[in-house]
C-alpha cells in the first residue's frame, strides 16, 4: 500500500538535500506540477520560482485561471505569454511526434531564457511514471514521447529534479489530498496541450474550434455530474479531426470539420476503457457543438475505443 504521508516526510528531506540553489518549476496547474511545487515549496521555500507557459494550446481561461491558483498556493510564480513562439514554431507540421518533440524543447528553451535571468541551476518536473514509460528509450519502444521526457532536448544545461518520477496518477493523487491541495481531483491534461487533440496542423484557428469544443464536452459533462445523471469521469474532452464531412445546414450543403468526443476511465494512465455516457447527454454535446461552431463543425462522434489498443489522447 503506497502510504502518502511517509512519501511527502522523505521527499522533502531529499529534496533540502538534494537542492542547493534557486530552481524554477514548470507549473501547469495541473495535479502533478502542484504537488510537485506544493513539495519543492516546503524543502526550499521562496528559492523556487514557479513557471507557468502559456503556450496558445491551453483550454478556455486556463492560464489566467492557473495565475490564480500559483498565488492561492504562495508560491514565487512567473508567467510567461510564449504562445506566438509555440504557433510559429509548429506552423506546418503535422507529424505527432514531431509536434511533441519541438514542443518539449520549446518549454526548455523559455525556462532556459528565465533561469539566465534569475541565475536558476535547477529545473523541477511533475515527471510520473507513465511519462517516461511510454516515452521508451533502450529496452522499451516509443509509444509517444511525454513533453516532459522525449521531448527534452539534448543539450539542457539546467539539472533535472523529478521527484515523482516512480508514482502512478493515483498515487500522486493520493498526495494532492494528504496536502490539501485545491486540484486533487482535477482531470489530467497533457503538458503539449490542444496541440496534440488537433490532428494535423495545430494552427490558431484550429485550436479555437478545439477550444470551444473541450470546453463544451467539460461543461455538459460536469454539470451531469452535478445534478447525478453520471458519474464522474477520468478524463473528458474533444478531438478535432484531420478530415472534412458533407454536412447540410438548413437547405444548404455544409462541408465541414468533425469533432471525436473521449471519455475515457482509467486508474494509472496505462490503461483505460471508454466511459458509458449516457446517451441523452451525448446528444445534448453533439447538438451544442454543432451550433455554436455552426459554420465550422458539422458532425460530431464518440470514440469508443479502450487503452489498449488506442491510446487516451490521439496522438
Ligand atoms: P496516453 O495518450 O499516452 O495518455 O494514453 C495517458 C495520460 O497522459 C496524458 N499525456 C501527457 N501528459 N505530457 C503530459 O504531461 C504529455 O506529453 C502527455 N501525453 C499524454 C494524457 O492526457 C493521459 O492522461
Request: hydrophobic share 35%; aromatic share 6%.
Given at each position: 500500500?503506497f502510504?502518502?504521508?511517509?512519501f511527502?516526510?522523505?521527499?522533502?528531506?531529499?529534496?533540502?538535500?538534494?537542492?542547493?540553489?534557486?530552481?524554477?518549476?514548470?507549473f501547469s496547474?495541473?495535479?502533478?506540477?502542484?504537488v510537485?511545487?506544493?513539495?519543492?515549496?516546503?524543502a526550499?521555500?521562496n528559492?523556487?520560482v514557479?513557471v507557468?507557459v502559456?503556450t496558445g494550446?491551453?483550454?478556455?481561461?486556463e492560464?489566467?485561471d492557473?495565475?490564480k491558483?500559483?498565488?492561492?498556493?504562495g508560491?514565487?510564480?512567473?508567467?510567461?505569454?510564449?504562445s506566438?513562439e509555440?504557433?510559429?514554431?509548429?506552423?506546418?507540421v503535422?507529424?505527432p511526434?514531431?509536434?511533441r518533440?519541438?514542443i518539449?524543447e520549446?518549454f526548455?528553451?523559455?525556462?532556459?531564457?528565465v533561469?539566465?535571468?534569475?541565475?536558476?541551476?535547477?529545473?523541477?518536473?511533475?515527471?510520473?511514471?507513465?511519462d517516461?514509460i511510454?516515452?521508451g528509450?533502450?529496452?522499451?519502444?516509443?509509444i509517444?514521447?511525454?513533453?516532459n521526457v522525449?521531448?527534452l532536448p539534448?543539450d539542457i544545461?539546467?539539472?533535472?529534479v523529478?521527484?515523482l518520477?516512480?508514482?502512478?496518477?493515483d498515487?500522486v493523487r493520493?498526495?494532492a489530498?494528504?496536502?490539501?491541495?485545491e486540484v486533487?481531483?482535477?482531470q489530467?491534461?497533457?503538458?503539449?496541450?490542444l496541440?496534440v487533440?488537433?490532428?494535423g496542423?495545430a494552427n490558431?484557428?484550429?485550436?479555437?474550434?478545439?477550444?470551444?469544443?473541450?470546453?463544451i464536452?467539460?461543461d455538459?459533462?460536469?454539470?451531469?455530474?452535478?445534478?447525478?445523471k453520471m458519474?464522474?469521469?477520468w478524463?473528458y474532452?474533444?478531438v478535432?479531426l484531420p478530415v472534412?464531412?458533407?454536412?447540410v445546414?438548413?437547405?444548404?450543403r455544409?462541408?465541414g470539420?468533425?469533432?471525436?468526443?473521449?471519455?475515457v476511465e482509467?486508474?494509472?494512465?496505462?490503461t483505460?476503457n471508454?466511459?458509458?455516457?449516457?446517451?441523452?447527454?451525448l446528444?445534448?454535446?453533439s447538438?451544442r457543438?454543432?451550433?455554436?461552431?455552426k459554420e465550422?463543425?458539422?458532425?460530431v462522434?464518440y470514440?469508443i475505443t479502450?487503452?489498449?489498443?488506442g491510446?487516451?489522447?490521439?496522438e
Open positions: 500500500m502510504k502518502a504521508e511517509k511527502i516526510e522523505e521527499t522533502i528531506n531529499n529534496l533540502k538535500k538534494e537542492i542547493s540553489g534557486k530552481s524554477l518549476i514548470a496547474g495541473g495535479v502533478d506540477s502542484s510537485c511545487a506544493s513539495l519543492v515549496n516546503k526550499i521555500g528559492n523556487l514557479a507557468h502559456d494550446y491551453m483550454r478556455k481561461n492560464s489566467s492557473v495565475k491558483l500559483m498565488e492561492r498556493m508560491l514565487n510564480s512567473r508567467f510567461v505569454d510564449a506566438k509555440f504557433y510559429s514554431a509548429l506552423k506546418g503535422d507529424d511526434e514531431r509536434k518533440k519541438i518539449g520549446k526548455i528553451r523559455v525556462f532556459e531564457k533561469a539566465k535571468k534569475e541565475k536558476i541551476q535547477y529545473l523541477v518536473q511533475g515527471t510520473i511514471a507513465p517516461w511510454e516515452s528509450g533502450e529496452l522499451r519502444d516509443t509517444k514521447s511525454h513533453h522525449g521531448g539534448k544545461n539546467l539539472k533535472l523529478e521527484p518520477r516512480d508514482l502512478y496518477k498515487e493520493n498526495i489530498r494528504e496536502l490539501k491541495l486533487s481531483e482535477r489530467p491534461f497533457p503538458g503539449p496541450g496541440a487533440r488537433i490532428l496542423k490558431p484557428e484550429r485550436v479555437e474550434i478545439v477550444r470551444e469544443a473541450c470546453f464536452i467539460e455538459e459533462i460536469d454539470k451531469s455530474v452535478k445534478k447525478g458519474e464522474q469521469p478524463q474532452f474533444a478535432l472534412k464531412s458533407v454536412g445546414h438548413g437547405d444548404r455544409a462541408y470539420d468533425v469533432i471525436a468526443v473521449r471519455s482509467s486508474i494509472d494512465a496505462m483505460c471508454y466511459s458509458g455516457i449516457p446517451h441523452e447527454i446528444d445534448r454535446i447538438t457543438i454543432t451550433n455554436t461552431l465550422k463543425v458539422n458532425r462522434v470514440d479502450n487503452k489498449p489498443p491510446t487516451v489522447e490521439w
